[in-house]
């Protein structure tokens, strides 16, 4: 009697619960907790307490992602230096801000920063949500304000109306902050040639990426010392002996040893193909030129990494690091509509 009534009342409730849920904004198809598929061998999506992961605040911050109004002339938004078909990087060497002011380093690429702990190529920001404001205030990219940000996005009735969705709330700081954390850890890739060939489509690679892909692994090259690991980066900062000066001090500028000199954030290495230039200051174009420098172990730095050393790679060995490297592309992920304004 009990599970017949049940029954009956079911399917009713399931009906209302997905009709409310859809007709919720028409605009956003899904709402609710993220929850994404994540790609074979991802860890957890990692989310502060602070700041739990919803449709609704990744719909908002991909819309201020693309936003040129948090500009001081409304000329540039975050999608200016990140672009998507270079995995949400810049294929300038620097960056061009407002006025064309340029800055000193190459733009990262922007994927998988859920997983990351510290962020810019000197670590001096901790948490996701605080990296908008460095572009923000930067007087070489937006040079603008919070309050300013806040005046431009209160004029807006889609604002507004984004924010209630969202956060059942009026316009805020925090809010957009948040709403563009939320955006980035989305951007999630793992869908590379390389993935396939680990899910066991064992044709996905060539042969001369498989015996890259095996040089890379070994302690021939030591690569995967420093860009090991699901998102290939390890935590913390090498010098990996590019250059012979560093104007720029990289990890130095924030804790000021001299043992920190020179040292950079470890750069994942999926997607490279489609990142070039390369390094912290963009002065590298081809991947080649890259296993040219670290086969002859870089120049001599005291803070030089013990990994960084001549590696006598063959020419062939050479060819098939390059061609490994090119199968961590991910085309789904600079295709993906769920990116686009
Ligand atoms: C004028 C170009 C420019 C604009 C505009 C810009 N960025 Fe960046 N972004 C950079 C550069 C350059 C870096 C690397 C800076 C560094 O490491 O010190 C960077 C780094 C980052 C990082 C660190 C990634 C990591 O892996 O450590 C994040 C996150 C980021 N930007 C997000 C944004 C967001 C969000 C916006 C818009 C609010 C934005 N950027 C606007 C140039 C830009
Ligand atoms: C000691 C750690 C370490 C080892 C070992 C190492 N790298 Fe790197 N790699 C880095 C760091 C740090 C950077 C960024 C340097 C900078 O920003 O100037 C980097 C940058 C790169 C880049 C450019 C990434 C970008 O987005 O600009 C590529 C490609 C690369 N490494 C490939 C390799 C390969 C292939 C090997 C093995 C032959 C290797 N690395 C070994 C630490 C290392």
Redesign the pocket.
């Known amino acids: 009697m009990l599970s017949g009534l049940f029954k009956l009342v079911f399917p009713a409730l399931a009906g209302i619960f997905l009709l409310a849920s859809c007709t919720k904004d028409p605009e956003i198809p899904l709402s609710g907790t993220y929850t994404p598929e994540l790609p074979p061998g991802f860890p957890e999506l990692k989310i502060p307490e602070s700041n739990p992961i919803t449709y609704e605040k990744i719909q908002l911050g991909k819309a201020?992602?693309f936003e040129k109004g948090?500009?001081r002339d409304s000329s540039?938004?975050?999608a200016?230096?990140?672009r998507q078909e270079n995995a949400f990087s810049?294929p300038g060497p620097?960056?061009?801000?407002i006025g064309g002011l340029t800055?000193i380093?190459?733009?990262?690429?922007?994927f998988n920063?859920a997983w990351?702990a510290?962020?810019?190529?000197?670590g001096?920001?901790q948490s996701?949500e605080l990296?908008?404001l460095?572009?923000?205030h930067?007087k070489?990219?937006?040079d603008s304000n919070t309050a300013e940000m806040l005046e431009r996005l209160k004029r807006s009735t889609e604002y507004k109306r984004l924010f209630k969705i969202a956060f059942n709330d009026t316009i805020t700081i925090n809010g957009a902050l948040q709403a563009?954390a939320s955006f980035?850890r989305s951007m999630i890739s793992g869908n590379s040639a390389f993935d396939e060939y680990l899910t066991g489509k064992t044709d996905a690679l060539t042969e001369s990426q498989i015996r890259g892909m095996n040089l890379f692994f070994s302690d021939k090259t030591s690569c995967s010392e420093c860009h090991g690991g699901f998102n290939f980066r390890k935590e913390g900062f090498f010098n990996n002996g590019f250059f012979e000066q560093y104007p720029d001090s990289g990890r130095q500028r924030i804790t000021l040893l001299e043992s920190d000199r020179a040292k950079f954030?470890v750069p994942s290495l999926r997607n490279i193909s489609l990142t070039a230039p390369y390094m912290?200051n963009g002065s590298v174009n081809e991947l080649s030129d890259i296993i040219e420098i670290y086969n002859q172990g870089g120049f001599a730095n005291p803070n030089k990494s013990e990994f960084i050393r001549p590696l006598g790679l063959s020419e062939e060995e050479k060819a098939d690091l390059v061609s490994f490297l090119n199968s961590l592309s991910d085309y789904a992920f600079i295709n993906n509509e769920a990116f686009r304004p």
């Open positions: 201020l992602f948090l500009s540039l938004s975050c200016s230096c990140h810049d620097v960056s061009t801000g800055g380093r190459n733009a990262s690429p922007l920063l990351k510290d962020f810019f190529r000197d001096g920001v996701l990296t908008p460095n572009s923000l930067a070489n990219e937006f563009m980035m954030s912290h």
